[in-house]
């Protein structure tokens, strides 16, 4: 299966295929509206509304029979547009990964036959997380923006977050998976 992502160099060939053969924007052309549009372009859904309190979850996503996919955002869990749009991205991860989306047609599948628990971390969250990382965040485009952001040793990491239109806080936490920054 090419499309199952099993470590960080299965996700970047899965990212490349989006480029090459589903024809995404590559990342300084991507905002949260322009991936909206590519998720449309290929059978999907993106809305977002208020889940009860009590429901703690960033979202869920749903695969229908006819491979048309739901992705629904949680509209009270976002501080910021920066993570709505990592989310969302995030959930795209769900779908390429961890349905037959890409593979089987009209077969109906509901991931986990519910909404995902993304308080869990666990494998697939982790490599949803991977992908959203790898995909809003490229290695070559952090490192060049890093090294152009330093100044006297110092790093705006608000700067760095506006220009991969992601939040603060996953702005480093990229940066240091990386090794950019401890």
């Known amino acids: 299966n090419k499309y199952m992502a099993y470590n960080k160099s299965d996700i970047l060939k899965v990212i490349q295929i989006l480029h090459r053969e589903f024809k995404l924007p590559y990342q300084e052309r ?38 048309t996919f739901l992705i629904c955002l949680n509209s009270e869990r976002y501080g910021s547009d920066g993570r709505k749009y990592f989310n969302l991205v995030k959930f795209f991860g769900h779908l390429l990964f961890h349905t037959s989306y890409l593979e089987e047609k009209n077969k109906k599948e509901i991931f986990k036959n519910e909404v995902f628990h993304n308080r869990y971390y666990d494998t697939y969250e982790s490599e949803a997380v991977e992908f959203a990382k ?7 485009d952090m490192k060049e923006e890093m090294y152009e952001n330093s100044k006297n040793g110092h790093i705006d990491m608000n700067k760095i977050a506006e220009i991969f239109k992601v939040d603060e806080q996953m702005a480093t936490i990229r940066a240091g998976n990386l090794g950019f920054i401890s």
């Open 30 to 67: 991507l905002d949260f509206n322009t991936f909206q549009k590519f998720l449309e372009k290929n059978g999907g859904v993106v809305k977002e509304k208020e889940f009860s309190q009590t429901f703690l979850e960033d979202g869920y996503i749903q695969l229908n029979e006819d491979n």
């Open 134 to 140: 790898s995909l809003l965040m490229p290695y070559e």
